[in-house]
């Protein structure tokens, strides 16, 4: 029955929408499995769809051909229901307002499921809730799943989204097909990977390629009758779960990001490490950015931040240093392997546009990102203008008589009468990385771009240097395993409070963090041109409050250090116990306002002690003897060194 005929090119009747008329009972269902014409459905992607098919029980399918006429298609039905409304002052751009109990990722409800706990679960001492990923049974995980999909698309359409995390055929990309009830994760899923028939014909085409099986529901069926709402999810039962052993995702009630939009954080970071550990390479929470210095000589950098730090701003940066220029590679997620030619660590951007925090974005804070935005864009929970625009805090107030609605629907929102912000902070604007103008020429080289620096880096008001080197690769692994930052909006987390995340990626590593950071230490001796490795945090502030440090643009003048750092200058930097730092005389502030050098590198031997307990603690906790022995030399020997001095 669902013979494939080779000579048949995939010109299917995708894009059509199957109504299923009764009661969707097996019997019904396999009329409308005959009415999507399963025959030219690779056999495993219509065997996924039957099963999703016969559990959620949706009225109609509807597979996902990628092209522009389909997402206008869906772009019109969400505006008929209230899911989007249209930004007239731009050029295709939709502005979509989520219920407020669905705004950013959440961890307490997110899992990892495999046959035994401890290949997720370090064998900490007395782990903190939270710090780390949540594991579940395999058994558990499937008790969970049926109390939540049975009849969970009922009255709705389920979208078949086939797409590819990398450039589709590549031999670096992974396929996943996407199962949703939402049309907004279809659209968006558009943008921020390659979706289409593409991607099911090259299945087609490789009867033996694998994808990852992903499936998503709102978890909002609508009853025959009833009337839907704008934004329909299920925060009570949100659940994102991953078995990285069998290459699954599934998720339930929210729409927001990184809970929806599978490819991203559930595919190319959680399933992605787990099988990079497997593989041997790395799939990191990084951005990838071109930068060419005025002798025109060009080298590439990766750098991992936690979520809404700042990593699309460094990646499109505009340098303030006459005869610099950065290109972008990718503003999220780095996948990266080494390269049998060149010997260097290569690396690809998986995705396919940016999903990036609206909030201080400007023409001041990211002119690139400005020049990105506002075409084929999807605005989530920023606020309205009345002339048909968007606004956030960090642009500048839109003049009389244009008023601000804010993103929950208050009219004539303002500065001095409303408390809350008028955008939500972690909102969002969803754009294709081809309109960013500063797109690296080589951004979809299947072989990568050569990484020459990694760059580690949070949100630290206190204590923490503008940028320090390590001395060698086991001390650039240990900085990445002690990484801490203040919460941001991206996630549930709220307050300032500063939180363990090492490598950036405590959200979202998919496997034991011990076992994650013994597999960064196994590239040492293996590899004879490692990246260096550093640390930075633009974010210091003096007794004050304010910042000791502009960022954003003077940024490039750490990366000038770091550059020559690269290239062996040795003259510039000085030892301390936590690594090298600059020679004030080797750091080009030329320009700038007075920097208060000594407090931005100050460090303050109580907050020193303090922070390598802390990270200590954590280590004993959390990972417990799960952590590769190397790691405590580091931290014992930086303790040394200050109590030396
Ligand atoms: O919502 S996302 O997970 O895509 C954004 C982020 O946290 O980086
Ligand atoms: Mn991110």
Redesign the pocket.
Known sequence: MYLLNNSHRFAPRLGRVALFHSQPAPAAITEASKDINYAVLPKKVSEFIEEAVRVCAPSAIHVCDGSASENENLTNLMVQKGTLQALPKYDNCWLARTDPKDV??VESRTVISTERREQVIPNGKNPTPGALPNWMSPQQLNSEVMKRFPNSMKGRTMYVIPFSMGPVGSGLSKIGIQLTDSPYVASSMRIMTRMGSDVLQLLTENHDMDFVKCLHSIGRPLEVGSSDVPWPCNPEDTMISHKPETNEIISYGSG????S?LG??CLALRLGSWLAKKEGWLAE?MLILGITNPQGVKKYIAAAF???CG?TNLAMMTPKLPGWKVECVGD?IAWMRFNKKTGMLHAINPENGF?G?APGTSDNTNPVAMATIFKDTVFTNVASTSDGGVWWEGLPLPKAPTTVTSWTGEANWSPSTHKTPAAHP?S?FCSPAKQCPILDASWEDPEGVPISAILFGGRRPEGVPLVYESYDWDHGVYMGASMRSEA?A??EFKGKVVMHDPFAMR??VGYNMGDYFNHWLSFKGKHHRLPKIFHVNWFRKDAQGSFLWPGFGDNVRVLDWILRRVDGESNSALETPIGYVPRESAFNVEGLDKIKWDELFSLPKDFWLNELSAIEKYFSDNIGTDLPPNLTAQLEQIRRRFNKN
């Open positions: 950013a990722r927001y990001g990184g809970n939009l991203k954080k929470h936690p979520s809404a990593k999220d999903f925090v972690n969002r941001t991206a996630a959200p979202f």
